[in-house]
């Protein structure tokens, strides 16, 4: 279970990172890369947490990764919506 755990985390931590740096890119070009922005560091404050607290009760890690999964959906919707008219 822990390494599936670090593995989460890890995943989170650099899928994070990688939005972070792709938002700073395209925030000249995409009017809503603020949104990406914000669903990366929501991604790495979800890794921080699992590394943090990599002990918590399985019930509270799925508590996490449920609020990290609405919050970066709804994110990730705000930006599509923002998107879809640009072409």
């Keep these: 279970a822990f390494a599936l ?3 989460v985390a890890l995943w989170a931590l650099v899928t994070g ?3 972070l740096v792709a938002a700073w890119r395209l925030r000249r070009r995409v009017p ?3 949104l990406l922005a914000l669903t990366g560091a929501a ?3 979800l890794g921080a947490f699992l590394v943090a607290v990599p ?3 399985v019930l509270a890690v799925v ?3 449920g609020l990290y999964a609405v919050v970066a959906g709804l994110l990730r919707l705000a930006l ?3 998107l879809r008219g640009r072409e």
């Design 43 to 45: 991604t790495v404050t």
């Design 55 to 57: 002990v918590a009760g």
């Design 80 to 82: 599509a919506l923002r």
């Design 32 to 34: 809503g890369a603020w």
């Design 5 to 7: 755990l670090a593995l």
């Design 17 to 19: 990172g990688c939005a």
């Design 63 to 65: 508590w996490w990764i």
